[in-house]
């Protein structure tokens, strides 16, 4: 008989929110940065091992006029969440992808999530040119050799007209591996659902309307689950959402920072970006007094629908063209590019 693992409503907690770039401590990056000699070196030498810089001119996107400076200009970073348990860590999938904006003058932050079955028309790498779901553009860029996180970048880029300066991408096992490394995260669960738990036979996680403390497992089930009803009220996206919102007071606590080895261990392994250490610890500077009050979610309208045999979400026109103008303006671009 299969195990049941239940997640019990828990007492309400109050959520912090004091420091706004704990939603980059979901992938950790900035987790070590917040006091400390010993802990900045432990994090400069994990981010160091992690630095991957994407294949384009000046390291600058073609979106992009003049360089970008972190700390001083608007930036865009693109979070990706990359299934590859079920090909050996070899030729994943972008399961997730998320487009934040920081604006260090208006200290605001956006986010906005592209559905993983998004339908794109790719151009690059010639043998794939075509209609495909962007989170396989990640696979397509890995087995050509273009680049999975240059071409997933570039096909964000293209789907919505606007510059991805940074990324950052880590693996399931990172996800959950950084999660259990933070002792859990608290989320209030608007619906009741299930899903499979990949690292343990598929049996399934029932997760009960409420207040529940997840651990990595817990966590990575609960912003995975998309295909059952549940979808139609409480979606996929909107989940995710909640969970990096929800992540911000374990990552800042107090007991972070004696869990540096560990973390700094899963960022060498797990993680990818092309943020240098200096431009991480700027981003902790810039950004750490940031209010909560500042995030705005920014939805991308479409609808799913079944295409030559296969289902997509498909973007509508006026739904790119708003959330490309609402991206353009946090990052201080005119509403349409020149390209």
Same mark, same amino acid.
């Given at each position: ?5 239940? =997640? ?105 999530? =592209? ?18 779901? &962007? ?34 991408? &880590? ?33 399934? =996680? ?50 972070? &920072? ?68 609402? &991206? ?12």
């Amino acid at each position: 008989m299969a195990k049941k693992r239940v =997640i019990k409503r828990r007492r309400r907690r109050r959520l912090k929110w004091k420091n706004i770039i704990g939603l980059f401590l979901v992938l950790a990056v900035f987790a070590m940065l917040v006091t400390g000699g010993y802990i900045f070196y432990q994090a400069y030498t994990a981010a160091k091992g992690s630095y991957e810089e994407l294949d384009r001119p000046g390291e600058k996107s073609e979106l992009r006029e003049e360089d970008v400076k972190i700390g001083e200009d608007p930036v865009s970073i693109l979070l990706l969440g990359i299934e590859d348990y079920q090909t050996g860590g070899k030729n994943g999938r972008a399961d997730s992808q998320v487009i934040i904006t920081l604006n260090p003058d208006t200290e605001k932050m956006t986010m906005t999530t =592209i559905p993983r079955d998004t339908r794109v028309n790719l151009v690059q790498p010639e043998e794939y040119a075509g209609y495909h779901k &962007i989170n396989a553009t990640y696979t397509y860029g890995s087995i050509t050799g273009y680049g999975a996180n240059k071409l997933t970048v570039e096909t964000a880029e293209n789907l919505l007209d606007v510059p991805i300066d940074k990324y950052i991408a &880590i693996n399931f096992e990172g996800f959950r591996d950084i999660v259990d490394a933070l002792d859990g995260v608290t989320i209030d669960i608007k619906e009741p659902f299930w899903e499979k738990n990949i690292y343990d036979d598929n049996n399934r =996680i029932y997760f009960e309307e409420g207040p529940a403390h997840l651990d990595g497992e817990e966590a990575l089930a609960f912003v995975r689950m998309r295909k059952r009803d549940v979808n139609n009220i409480y979606s996929r996206e909107e989940r995710q959402r909640q969970f990096i919102k929800s992540a911000i007071d374990e990552a800042i606590s107090a007991g972070t &920072i004696f869990k540096v080895d560990d973390i700094s261990k899963i960022l060498r392994k797990r993680i990818d970006t092309n943020l240098t250490p200096g431009e991480i610890y700027t981003l902790q500077r810039v950004y750490s007094s940031m209010d909560s009050s500042k995030i705005e979610t920014i939805e991308l309208e479409g609808s799913n629908q079944r295409v030559g045999g296969s289902y997509y979400f498909i973007p509508t026109e006026e739904g790119l063209r708003t959330t490309s103008q609402k &991206i353009r303006q946090e990052l201080d671009l005119p509403s349409e590019s020149s390209n």
